[in-house]
DNA sequence: CGGCATCCTCTTTGATACTG
DNA sequence: CAGTATCAAAGAGGATGCCG
């Protein structure tokens, strides 16, 4: 299938899918993890693995307004020959595949995180972009600490511009998980701008509530998990 | 300079060095990071940026095999404008650029250095991939600690593949730094592959030794910096 | 030389249409 | 739903030329 073609001195390159592969053929991490991963729209397709952890190929379509339909298919074949996703032909009943991150997709979050956080320190306010709120699972992953790790395990539910979003704390680690959360012990309403603005030290708790935010439940917990600034 | 075109609903395009800069569109840091660095040797530039903190056109080119030179000034251009790096015309006397990265520029450097963490993973043994020594700095970056942080501030001078790599550790911060040091309290030498197994945990001090590794003064402080399974 | 700009070819991407 | 096929446009790679 991948046979080697070496064109000139020290550079070389793969054929795959009956085209030809780039690669840097540099012997350095960031180059190798670029030959994998550098490609237009990758990192995106990541992105939305690492979110939704099974998506189906619609869902990811879906996430990426504006990737050519080919491109999507093609980018998915080369990452399940990499091993960086795999794809479940689900049982007969609805025949539609999955696809999942393997653990070598998984260990790509640091960078995606990494990458993010930078990304996202200057976000354009109010430009035309378009905003999923279920993209929040990520800043939160960052944001999101457990002030009081001595205390039992607690969950709450974040509910924002139609997602569920399910973050829980306690015994020194913490999860963030988009979906319903299993007996939360609040359940908190706002819209995703206000979500992280909150969730980054930014905004108060105080003036979260007076931009729309709700609780139901017991904020204590939630306060748990909000940064020391706030 | 940068005027915004609405092509279609939600995207959006900016006119740059007369030709269309692509945007993802989508408001997510990740997303607006690649939108910045996501072009192809964008990343591999600040590599190189990071790696030297000052470099001259030809520097970068070197490094880069096979990179055209019009895309090498393009990027260069491009980074300029969004503020990652800045191009200091020097004095008089040798009127060469020399470019170095920005705060925004060098705040990359977790991302950049958890992507090639990644990579590093799995990188190809003894294939063609060309391999500069100065590459180094950034896995020592990553598993160069100090085990012993109450003594006081001490430096080695790693020199491997023709290039110097200064180390030091001391008052709770490690850094690392492409040249010479001053007043290493040891001089290292060793082939880059055996530098590499030897701060990864890879390989024992004894095992380096047997691989041609060669101490000249105090090995304590080597020692100091090698990660505990050494 | 160092630092690009131009020109040309080839590859990748994007948009759309179509299929099992 | 989950892609494949097709084709035009944009981008990358390579050679070469220009200018201080």
Redesign the pocket.
Known sequence: MVYFVN??VD?IVYRVDN????TYGQHCGLAEALDLVG???TLLILRELLIRERC????IKAALP?????????R??ELERHDLLA?EDDPPPVA????RLTPLGLALEPAILALGQWGARHLAPADKAVMQPHWLVLPLKIFVRDADPAQSRASIELQTGGEKIALSVGGGRHTVRLGAAENPAATVAAKPKVILKLFSGGMSLAAAKAAGLRIDGNADVLRRMLPKTA
Chains 1, 2 share one sequence.
């Not at 189906?56 to 869902?59: N, S």
């Open positions: 064109l000139m550079f085209r030809l592969m780039r490609d237009r729209w189906r190929y619609t869902d504006r990737i050519a339909t080919n491109l999507l298919a093609s998915l074949r794809r539609t595949a999955l696809y």
